[in-house]
């Protein structure tokens, strides 16, 4: 009968849909996924994370730098203070010896005068009580 044929013809051209339908879903599942999109992200994520280790490493070498320079800032507090210290037992025979230097030296400074370069006074000599200007 001609219901039956094309009853039978409808299951035949389904079950060629399904087989159809199941070989894409194998071959879609045997790919691997390698859309232009999801290789580029990948790359992406490679790329950051080879730049978070560069910068992991380089903070550990700033950290360490820091470490350092705060080590010599100590250091050279402790010798800024040691020097202070050093200057305030030495102070009075300092003042003492020049008192003395220019007691008999007879030399008097011009400090308004002077320059880096250049030394100006007045030297008294003992015997003769006379002035000596020198620049």
């Known amino acids: ?8 013809e409808m299951v035949a051209r389904c079950l060629r849909s399904v ?10 599942a045997a790919q691997t996924p390698t859309s232009p999109e999801i290789e580029c992200l990948e790359k992406e994520r490679q790329a950051l994370e080879n730049r978070l280790r560069e910068q992991t490493g380089e903070k550990g ?4 730098e820091i470490d ?3 080590r010599k800032v100590e250091e050279l507090e402790r010798q800024m203070e040691a020097v202070k210290t050093s200057g305030a037992e030495h102070f009075p025979h300092m003042k003492y010896s020049l008192e003395l230097f220019v007691h008999v030296s007879g030399i008097k400074w011009d400090f308004d ?3 880096a370069e250049r030394l100006v006074g007045t030297i008294v000599l ?3 009580g ?3 200007k020198f620049d």
């Open 61 to 64: 070498t700033v950290e360490r």
């Open 126 to 128: 003992p015997n003769s």
């Open 113 to 115: 005068a002077c320059t």
């Open 1 to 8: 009968s001609e219901s039956a044929q094309h009853g039978a």
């Open 130 to 132: 006379v002035a000596k």
């Open 68 to 70: 350092d320079l705060e």
């Open 19 to 28: 087989e159809a339908s199941r070989d894409k879903a194998a071959a879609i």
